[in-house]
C-alpha cells in the first residue's frame, strides 16, 4: 500500500467519524418527537409508515459509517491483504454508502420544516448533512479503487 491510498484511508476515516457525529446529532434531535410520533401511528398508518421510514434511514446511514470507519482504519495498518481484497473492500464501501446516501435521501430531501419544532427541524437538517458525507465517502471509497488498480 503506497501514501496516496494512506491518505485516501485517513480521509474516509475522518469523514465517516463526523459523518457519525451528524448522524448522532440527527437522531437525537429526531428522538424528542418520537413519543408523540408514536402516538400519532396508532391512528395513522402514515404517520407509522413514516416512523418507520424515518428509522430504518437513519440506521442505513448509521451502519454505513460504521462499516466505512471501520474498513479504512483496517485497511490502513494492515499491510497483508492483497490488492484484490484491498480492491472488493473498497468497491463495496463506495457501493455500500451510494445505496445508503441514495436510501436516506430519497427520504429526507422530501422533509419540511415544521414551524413549532426547532429539534426536528435540526434533525431534518443533520440528516441532510448526513447524505452529504455518505455522498463524499463514496466518491472516496471510488477514488480509493482507482488508486488500487494503478
Known amino acids: ?8 484511508h485517513v480521509a474516509e476515516a475522518t469523514l465517516s467519524i463526523v459523518g457519525g457525529y451528524h ?11 418520537e413519543s408523540m410520533t408514536k402516538k400519532a ?23 454505513s459509517l460504521l462499516v466505512s470507519v ?5 485497511l490502513a495498518f494492515d499491510n497483508t491483504l492483497s490488492a484484490q481484497w484491498r480492491f472488493v473492500l473498497s468497491a463495496a464501501n463506495a457501493a455500500f454508502l451510494t445505496g445508503a446516501r441514495l436510501y436516506m435521501g430519497d427520504f429526507w430531501v422530501e422533509k419540511s420544516k415544521v414551524p413549532i419544532a426547532q429539534g426536528y427541524n435540526q434533525g431534518i437538517e ?3 448533512t448526513v447524505c452529504t458525507y455518505l455522498q463524499y465517502l463514496a466518491a472516496v471509497w471510488a477514488l480509493d479503487s482507482v488508486v488500487i488498480l494503478l
Open 70 to 74: 471501520v474498513t479504512s482504519v483496517s
Open 23 to 33: 448522524s448522532y446529532i440527527a437522531i437525537t434531535n429526531l428522538q424528542q418527537y
Open 41 to 63: 401511528a396508532k391512528i395513522s398508518s402514515i404517520a407509522d409508515d413514516q416512523l418507520d421510514r424515518t428509522r430504518k434511514t437513519h440506521a442505513s446511514g448509521a451502519i
Open 126 to 128: 443533520y440528516s441532510k
Open 1 to 8: 500500500m503506497g501514501w496516496p491510498s494512506l491518505v485516501l
